[in-house]
């Protein structure tokens, strides 16, 4: 076909041959013939084999014009487009279909004036239109067809469909008409389009429009090009990707290895139905599991999703253990595991009482404060117990990172939910008995703070829908038990600390604990170490000796680790075959645990000059402290020793102030003070030590010293000084008067401002101590100091016999009628 589609540009037939006047014609439905064209055409209208026939019985000439609708069967004379080109039919064959095929050569275009007739062909009046001759070759002109031609090659670099020889013949041509002609029939343009161009007669505005046409189609050729690519390179991909799976597939099938990854999918899918998460995180569990349907099994993320889901499923979200509710019951099961505690279990079975007649109650957040081993923690577990319910704990202490309370989003890598979610997940239950420790160790830094998280853990108002980062879906937290902790109240953020209720665990005394271990740290142990009563026995006695020598502390696992390492000895003899009955007493306690480590402090110390007991308070409780001031030849330095912070030697300085500034009433010569160095030391050195309220001890102490009088004994005091000699309150009295009892202290000299204190006080103290409040250092000294020259085993030493002289008379009457003052004032009460 290609020869006969091709022209020949040396052809110049248009010279020879004269077309007439009156010609027929043969529409064409799909194609416009240009001149110096050959192309066959396949015939089969009556009309158009007509005027063929007419054509071939004269000239071979016959007029080819294109009709405006393809479609149309029947077209008349407004249906045909009126220029057209004359054409000679080189060749005709008559088709076995009854249709004709024909060769034509266009000749010349011409343009229809009248028409003749239309049955039983066509004919038509025309005249010829003249093309003038070549154009005057421009600069433009030149630059135009090169162009065009340019654009031709583009186009099949783009792969466009043309035929080589077009190509070499279009190299050649360097009349602009033809040229545009040849590209217009060969390009594949729209009829439209190419009878727009066949009616330009304008050679050079021909070439232009086609040249127009042609950056249209190369801009589309592109885009269509790039589209494929794009295409083309994801197939790829996906290709081989199938390709791989499909192929890791059958080997694994050849292995005899099951396909494990729809296996986990749907392990996923039944264990996300089994979770009956609610109605919010359902559809995030599912998201999350069909993303991971289409990831590939061992990418990073498809693991993150992997262990996301996990925790999902793992979450209790309705899995719950029914309360119970019998109050004797419960009541019965706080007095097993602890002893006394009047007041907390009180309060456990009011919480338990009100849940019992409402079921829906926003549960009060209980705070323990108390040192430790007072049985905080054990009470927290105890309580689960009686309620039915898990018990969880998670300690606070040196948690600064918001995070740690409530997670780290997952884009962040190894990100894991909170402590609060991991200790709900810990626990199986959405209700468990959940307590965080040490609340009062929580830090805060430039990573957020922690201590506003937990407020959102605790506040019953939004705590239905807490949001960890992690898991990002709400939980509720509203049916948990929040218990907290705290060794003190007071570094506890005050936001936090109003959301709890406060219930105080000061610590025990000496006979608290004897009955304690008795009852319940012994038997446990015991029994722990796999002995029974019968082979060991500690009578009362030999337990306190434990207590007392070997302990010290206001709670109790110091006493718990004691009677384990006892129970241990005795249970290796009985291992290495001494089978027989041990009886521990205070003869033969030290066989078992060695040496004494405390010797009571009271007992310790004589009545003496110089050593004033004071009462401290520290993280484990209460404790007491000794001062010891002693006075040498020098020049009236004052040494402070013992690890004393910055307050307590600015105290101690403050104390010495004092003192000189009531040299006269307490008849110290001035001199002596420029005479001596004082030396002020606190013994247990090792123990850093701070803080104003040893600041009356400290004066008390130096007072002795300049004046040689004695300190009564079974007295301890704490308060802190002013210059003037005002005594300012303190912190801590319910701890540091527990202390003060277990040393078997008598007396306490408190600060007036602490007496509203004195009525929390545990009974206990209450009974046992004598509480003498006081508001200036001179009353103290009334108190502590016993008069000049009493008090001593042997007073034979010169300077009593002189400081005799310098105390007024009148300083034990004052002090029996503030005595009596206290002494009332107490009783009133
Ligand atoms: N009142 C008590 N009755 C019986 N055992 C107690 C009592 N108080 C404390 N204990 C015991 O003392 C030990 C230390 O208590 P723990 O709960 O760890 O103290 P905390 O949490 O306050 O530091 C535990 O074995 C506990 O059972
Ligand atoms: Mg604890």
Redesign the pocket.
């Known amino acids: 076909m290609s020869d006969e589609q091709t022209i020949d540009p040396k052809e110049e037939k248009e010279e020879e041959i004269t077309i007439p006047e009156e010609i027929p014609l043969l529409p064409v439905r799909d194609v416009v013939v240009f001149p110096f064209m050959i192309l066959p055409l396949f015939v089969g209208r009556e009309v158009s084999i007509r005027a063929i026939d007419e054509a071939l019985s004269h000239d071979r000439l016959i007029l080819l014009s294109t009709q405006k609708k393809v479609d149309d069967e029947e077209p008349t004379q407004e249906d045909i487009h009126s220029i057209g080109t004359v054409a000679t039919i080189m060749r005709m064959l008559k088709l076995p279909d009854g249709r004709i095929k024909i060769l034509v050569q266009g000749l010349a275009k011409a343009r229809i004036s009248r028409f003749l007739s239309s049955r039983p062909f066509f004919k038509v009046a025309i005249e010829k239109i003249q093309e003038g001759g070549l154009p005057e070759v421009t600069v433009e002109v030149e630059a135009l067809i090169r162009n065009v031609k340019e654009q031709l090659e583009n186009m099949v670099s783009l792969g466009k469909m043309i035929l080589p020889d077009i190509l070499i013949i279009a190299e050649n041509i360097d009349d602009p008409g033809r040229l545009a002609d040849l590209i217009t029939s060969n390009i594949g343009l729209k009829v439209d389009q190419a009878q727009e161009i066949l009616e330009l007669t304008d050679s050079v505005e021909r070439l232009q429009k086609v040249n127009e046409y042609l950056s249209k189609e190369i801009e589309l050729l592109s885009v269509q090009q790039k589209i494929q690519a794009e295409a083309k390179g994801e197939m790829d991909k996906i290709q081989r990707e199938y390709f791989l799976r499909e192929q890791l597939k059958a080997i694994q099938k050849e292995l005899g290895e099951v396909d494990e990854r729809a296996e986990e999918i749907n392990e996923l899918r039944s264990k996300i139905e089994k979770a009956k998460m609610p109605a919010k995180v359902l559809p995030e569990a599912e998201k999350q599991l069909r993303r991971l349907e289409k990831m590939h099994p061992d990418s990073a993320e498809a693991s993150t999703v992997r262990t996301y889901l996990e925790w999902l499923i793992d979450m209790p979200w309705s899995k719950t253990t029914r309360d119970v509710l019998d109050i004797p019951k419960a009541r019965s099961i706080l007095d097993e ?5 009047e007041k907390v279990k009180d309060r456990i079975l009011e919480y338990l009482s009100v849940r019992k007649l409402k079921k829906k109650m926003k549960g009060p957040i209980l705070c ?1 404060v ?1 040192p ?8 927290g577990r105890s309580i689960a117990r009686a309620l039915g319910r898990k018990f969880v704990r998670i300690s606070l202490g040196g948690v600064r990172d918001e995070a740690e309370i409530r997670g780290h989003r997952r884009t962040y890598v190894g990100a894991l939910p909170g402590r609060v979610i991991q200790g709900i997940k810990q626990a199986g239950t959405h209700n468990p008995v959940f307590m965080m ?1 040490e609340i009062d160790k929580l830090g805060s830094d430039f990573r957020g703070d922690p201590s506003s998280a937990l407020l959102e853990v605790l506040d019953p108002e939004q705590n239905n829908s807490f949001s960890d980062h992690y898991l990002n879906v709400p939980f509720d937290l509203s049916n948990v038990m929040f218990i907290t ?1 705290a060794n003190l109240l007071d570094p506890i953020p005050s936001a936090l600390r109003d959301r709890m209720e406060v219930l105080y ?1 000061p610590g025990y005394t000496h006979e608290e604990k004897l009955k ?1 271990a008795r009852q ?2 012994l038997p446990r142990q015991l029994e722990e170490h796999g002995i029974t009563e019968k082979i060991l026995s500690i009578p009362d006695p030999a337990i306190l000796d434990l207590i007392t020598h070997y302990t010290q502390e206001a ?3 110091n006493v ?1 680790r004691e009677i384990a390492r006892l129970c241990r000895k005795v249970a290796r003899q009985v291992a290495e075959g001494k089978d027989r009955k041990y009886l521990v007493t205070t003869n033969n306690l030290h066989k078992f645990l060695g040496p004494p480590k405390f010797l009571p402090e009271v007992e310790l110390e004589d009545n003496q000059v110089g050593v004033a007991t004071g009462l401290a308070w520290t993280q484990s409780g209460g404790d007491l402290i000794f001062i010891e001031a002693t006075k040498m030849k020098g020049k009236g330095g004052l040494v402070l020793t013992g690890q004393l912070g910055d307050v307590m030697k600015e105290s101690a300085q403050a104390a010495m102030s004092f003192i000189r500034s009531r040299s006269h009433k307490l008849g110290i010569k001035e001199s002596t003070f420029a005479q001596n160095d004082i030396h002020v030391h606190v013994p247990a050195g090792a123990i850093p030590k701070d803080g104003p309220s040893a600041g009356i001890t400290m004066a008390t102490a130096l007072a002795s010293v300049f004046t040689d009088r004695i300190i009564k004994k079974s007295l301890a005091m704490t308060g802190e000084v002013t210059l003037r000699g005002r005594v300012l309150p303190i912190g801590g009295l319910r701890e540091k008067s527990m202390a003060a009892l277990r040393a078997g202290i008598r007396q306490v000299i408190i600060p007036k401002k602490n007496e509203k204190d004195l009525l929390e006080l545990p009974p206990k103290v209450k009974k046992n101590l004598e509480f003498i409040p006081v508001e200036r250092m001179d009353e103290v000294l009334d108190i502590a100091l016993l008069p000049a020259g009493k008090g001593r085993k042997k007073s034979t030493s010169r300077k009593t016999a002189v400081r005799k002289k310098a105390v007024p008379a009148k300083k034990g009457a004052k002090k029996k009628a503030v005595r009596k003052k206290t002494v009332k004032k107490r009783s009133g009460k």
């Open positions: 595991d602890h002893y006394d505690l323990f108390g430790p081993g007072v049985g905080k923690t054990s009470l420790d902790t665990l304690i319940y740290l709670g109790l696992r718990e």
